[in-house]
Structure formats: structure tokens, C-alpha cells
């Protein structure tokens, strides 16, 4: 999803405020609090962001899920 497609999803809602890379952050910290081991891939593609706020709550959120192991 793009920036553009996240603002016309999102038209008129709160939503819209969080910016695509404030949404796949938000993502990240659910699935390190709730995610299990089929999150894995996504966590681990979500390392390649270009954002590194991105990143580095999905490295966060991969040790979460091994620690939960």
C-alpha cells in the first residue's frame, strides 16, 4: 500500500493521521505483543523498510515472538 492509497482509504477518518509508516509501526507492535510465529515473514520483510522507525519495531517485535516461544 502506498502513502496515496492510504489516504483515499482513509478519507475523512483518524486513520488518515497516522501516515502509511506510523500504520506499519502500529502493525509491527501488535504482532510483537499478540503475534506468533506465522508473523514471521511479514516481521521479517517489514525489516527492508526504507523508514528505519519501521524497522526497528519490527526487529522488536521478532524477538518479542521468540521470546514467547
Not at 500500500?1 to 488518515?16: V, W
Amino acid at each position: 500500500m502506498t502513502q496515496e492509497e492510504l489516504s483515499a482509504a482513509f478519507r475523512g477518518s483518524p486513520m488518515k493521521r497516522a501516515k502509511l509508516h506510523g500504520l506499519k509501526r502500529n502493525a509491527a507492535v501488535v504482532l510483537g505483543n499478540v503475534g506468533t510465529r506465522e508473523h514471521v515473514d511479514v516481521l521479517t520483510h517489514a525489516l527492508d523498510d526504507p523508514e528505519p522507525l519501521v524497522g526497528d519495531h519490527a526487529t522488536w517485535a521478532l524477538v518479542a515472538i521468540g521470546d514467547r516461544r
